[in-house]
């Protein structure tokens, strides 16, 4: 890893400034990203806002029954009411038209139209003043221009733009404070700089430059050590290091973890429900799949877990409410599907789920707030939609009103 640049003018990112930088290079609506909750906007932010649970800051507990903060957070999965029952958004790529689904249970209590976004604008969601209530992020990632929606339900509540920052940087939605409002972390991906915006509402508060990351490394979010702040799973693509920087402020913690070959690819969840992130890995190639239980950056256990066959993908879940991650895992080229709950790094069960045609897509989605993750099915070729609703591995099937297909939701 490189030497500190915090001293480097150049390599700061000023909240008034022109630079800016990425963890998470991802658009919230590709369709190929639905499954793999945790890397993708919503996903690997994961365990964001444990300090709804931790912190004396914290505002009002979440509505939600889960224990685990990474399923009750507004800032990491969408619910823009803040009752507790998480909510879909809607893209329309093709006309860059914006709209909500405000979920109730098995129902769509509301449906709202928000401002079009041309498609030169991504998205991710947050919850930048704390109010338990998801917001919208944009990046225009043509202009590197960004704006923020502070959302009340269907309601743009306020609207501001942050400063623009250049399209060499990628950003990621993190709680570095502590204080339950959303910050962002920017990554230069040719240079390798790093910086933390810290957030209050619309307003970027202080920034500050990280220490600068070869850009062969790639960060992911989680909390390793319950602090309710976020810290960094680094990830060397071509060398297959592995390291945790726990950070407390602008204090950094830096721990080399096991090396891994390069076929295996990381995903954060949090297995035994002790708030500190665990790490799946799966073997892309061989389909084989282990745990690494982790106490903060400490690996207390390697544990491997049965092979699935190359073509299956994961995403996390818990489907029984219990606080421990369970996996969903989908086949795209035959449409099945199979939750495993999990208790640490045992396989509890593995259930077959009901085989659907590969046009059907899932997302991950607790609609009804009891704190036991539903599965959202979007066909993508008749733009019907359906929901299971899940207890543990049994789903009940209700079909939900029909989207025009051109729309994308997670
Ligand atoms: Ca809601
Ligand atoms: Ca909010
Ligand atoms: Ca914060
Ligand atoms: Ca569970």
Redesign the pocket.
Known sequence: MSESRNTSSSSTLEATGSRAFNIQPTNSFENDSFLNTFSRSGSSQSFLDADQEFSDTALSLPNNLNPNPIFTSAAIFPDFNGDGKKDKLWRNPQTGETAIWLMDGTNVASQGALKTMSSDWDSKVADFNGDGKTDIIWRNIKTGDNTIWLMDGTTVASEASLPNVPTDWTFSTGEFNGDGKTDLAWRNLKTGENAVWLMNGTQVLASSALEAVDPSWTGTIGDFNRDGKTDTLWRNKTTGENAVWLTNGNTVTKTALPTLGTDWQPSLADFNGDFQTDILWRNNKTGENAVWLMDGSNVASQTALPTLGAGWTSSVG?????????LLWYNPQTGESKVW??DGANVVSDTALPTQSAAWKTSISDVDGDGKTDIFLRNYETGENKIWKMNGSTPTESALPTFAKEWYTF
């Open positions: 818990d489907f029984d409410g219990n606080g421990k991650t369970d709950i999990m």
